[in-house]
């Protein structure tokens, strides 16, 4: 890495991780508590990211890497990078472009069903067969920001270290049970060959989700009714109930059409999400 290359470095991630705003982050203070001060420390993105303090400290130094491609990519989501910061991270650490990040395809999607997920004032969503994500509204957003970087639900949840700052008691309410419905649907649809690229990913990204899906013996079939707590994004360390309605469109049971709620949202109650 040339000493421009790293200069640059050491002068934008600083930046980067000093103006994100620490209350956006779902479950970070509850993890670190408040600071006065705005941003996040080198420590919390390395958390973020998934990797060690010393390793993305030397990213910022600027000291050389080598640094992969998908180490970067966890970087630039994490601090929130616009498309011009993010190419500047990757032609800085790298070298390299970075590829195009994926976009939910709501193309081949009745119309009607995607302005009804749009209209929704609750968090909604549709996911399909392999969890790619295939539309969300604006709530849904609030509640998750990761959805705006197009990553598939079940790779998210099982792997990237935020979910398990987010996600309250992550491994018996959410990992489990998740991973048992990815099992299932593996088993069931054999040759679909995203679903096994899904499965493939989660096994070789992280040795954790690799043993749940390996050795747990739950069964779950889908999410309908079942009640789960989680942080939210501007609400500190307050955990919030959420209980999920699942639903599929009889023209294409594929799909997956989720509410979430707050759990006590009703009667009279209003969606901290929304």
């Given amino acids: 890495m040339s000493d421009s290359?790293?200069?640059?470095?050491?002068?934008?991630?600083?930046?980067?991780?000093?103006?994100?705003?620490?209350?956006?982050?779902?479950?970070?203070?509850?993890?670190?508590?408040?600071?006065?001060?705005q941003g996040l420390t080198q420590e919390e993105v390395a958390d973020l990211v998934g990797t060690s303090s010393r390793w993305y400290g030397k990213l910022e130094s600027g000291a050389p890497g080598p640094y992969s491609l998908d180490f970067l990519e966890r970087v630039s989501r994490v601090l929130q990078l616009g498309e011009s910061e993010r190419h500047a991270l990757f032609f800085y650490g790298a070298g390299k472009e970075p590829a195009s990040r994926p976009r939910p395809d709501a193309s081949s999607l009745d119309p009607y069903v995607a302005d009804y997920v749009r209209q929704q004032e609750l968090p909604t969503y549709i996911s399909n067969l392999a969890w790619d994500l295939v539309i969300y509204n604006r709530a849904a957003l609030a509640q998750f920001p990761w959805m705006a970087y197009g990553l598939n639900i079940m790779i998210w949840v099982l792997t990237y270290p935020e979910a398990r700052m987010q996600l309250i008691d992550w491994e018996n309410t959410w990992a489990r049970p998740m991973a048992a419905q990815l099992r299932m649907a593996a088993r069931k649809h054999t040759g679909h060959q995203r679903l096994a690229e899904v499965v493939r990913e989660i096994r070789e990204r992280?040795?954790?989700?690799?043993?749940?899906?390996?050795?747990?013996?739950?069964?779950?079939?889908h999410p309908d009714g079942s009640r789960r707590f989680l942080y939210l994004p501007d609400?500190?360390?307050?955990?919030f109930e959420v209980v999920w309605l699942a639903f599929s469109p009889l023209r294409d049971p594929t799909l997956r059409l989720i509410v979430?709620?707050?759990?006590?949202?009703v009667p009279g109650g209003v969606e901290p999400a929304a």
């Fill in 5 to 37: 290359k790293s200069k640059e470095l050491n002068r934008l991630l600083p930046a980067w991780r000093k103006r994100l705003p620490r209350d956006e982050v779902p479950g970070l203070t509850a993890r670190y508590g408040r600071r006065r001060r």
């Fill in 206 to 221: 992280d040795e954790v989700a690799r043993q749940i899906l390996d050795a747990d013996v739950m069964s779950y079939s």
């Fill in 235 to 239: 609400h500190h360390e307050q955990a």
């Fill in 260 to 265: 979430s709620m707050c759990a006590d949202s």
